[in-house]
């Protein structure tokens, strides 16, 4: 059980400096996971625009100061907070940050340096977002805390997997930026995440959506990071039980192949 293992991860900060690849969404399943397994965290919503209170809440944000979530068992034990102020003294808080060049500058202002045993996780979706990420590493590394990229929303349609071949050589190309690139790709899934955005829920909560690699990706993304996100556990796996069994599963793991194989 994730909960069962002690971790010292205090602080993990979703950012990229580019917009739209997908820091909220992977800010806000990081926070569901892992306060859904017995975890104390909070969910500090940085971004201006709230996207993250948005998803959790299934509304724009209104301008409450408590927020209930809607639905059951352990997500109502998660605290939600825009007070960035707040943040020094909060044990454990995923942190989801607006696209902007000056995001961890202020975070640092507010009191929410990061250190050796944080975590700055970096979506980069396709070949766009990697600038951002190795801006995000250079501004990064006199923090000492671990960088994690995380490819999203990669095309299992494109023959090539070129954008993603691309994205990870120039990742790997930069390793002596400190980048680790999380060993497990999301595609893209329109249908299933918009769904979950649509109605406040987290994606697995949608009927059928795990039997999905993109949901099955994620979740191995927040069991790793649940788990302290131990390096030895940054590994390729196969998510399909059995024999991948439809052409777009198929297409997944051969991209999953050319990518880490
Ligand atoms: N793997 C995916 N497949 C399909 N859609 C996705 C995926 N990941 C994220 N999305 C969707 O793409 C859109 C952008 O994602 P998201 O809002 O998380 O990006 P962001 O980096 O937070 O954007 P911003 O920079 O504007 O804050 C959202 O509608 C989200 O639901
Ligand atoms: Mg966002």
Same mark, same amino acid.
């Given at each position: ?16 400096? @580019?917009?739209?690849?997908? @820091? *909220? ?14 975890? @104390? ?5 940085? !971004? ?8 959790? *809440? ?22 939600? *907070? ?7 003294? *909060? ?10 060049? !000056? ?7 507010? /009191? ?16 766009? /977002? ?24 990669? &095309?299992?349609?494109?023959?090539? /997997?070129?954008?993603?071949? @691309? ?8 390793? &002596?930026?400190?980048? =680790? ?9 329109? &249908? ?34 649940? =788990? ?25 793991? =051969? ?7």
């Amino acid at each position: 059980m994730a909960n069962s293992i002690s971790n010292s991860l205090r602080r993990i900060v979703v950012h990229n400096h @580019k917009g739209g690849t997908g @820091k *909220t969404m992977i800010a806000v399943h990081l926070a569901e996971y892992l306060v859904e397994h017995g975890q @104390k965290w909070q969910l500090l919503d940085a !971004d201006p625009q709230y996207n993250a209170i948005s998803w959790l *809440t299934g509304h724009a944000w209104d301008g409450e100061d408590a927020l209930q979530l809607p639905g059951e068992g352990r997500r109502e034990e998660m605290v939600v *907070t825009i007070d960035s102020s707040v943040v020094a003294e *909060t044990p454990r808080v995923v942190v989801d940050t607006p696209p902007a060049g !000056d995001a961890l500058r202020r975070l640092h202002d507010a /009191g929410l340096e990061l250190g050796p045993e944080d975590l700055l996780v970096c979506p980069v979706s396709g070949r766009f /977002g990697i600038d951002g990420a190795i801006k995000v590493a250079e501004e990064a590394a006199p923090s000492g805390c671990r960088i994690v990229a995380l490819l999203n929303m990669t &095309d299992p349609d494109d023959d090539h /997997g070129s954008e993603e071949i @691309k994205a990870v050589r120039e990742l790997e190309g930069v390793e &002596d930026l400190g980048i =680790e690139v999380f060993k497990m790709a999301i595609p893209r899934n329109d &249908d299933y995440l918009r769904r979950a955005e649509l109605q406040g829920e987290p994606v697995w909560d949608i009927p059928y959506a795990t039997s999905t690699h993109a949901v099955r990706a994620l979740q191995a993304f927040c069991r790793w990071v649940a =788990e302290g996100a131990p390096p030895e556990g940054n590994q390729m796996g196969s998510l399909a039980s059995g024999s991948p069994n439809t052409e777009s599963q198929r297409r997944v793991s =051969e991209l999953q192949d050319r990518l880490w194989g």
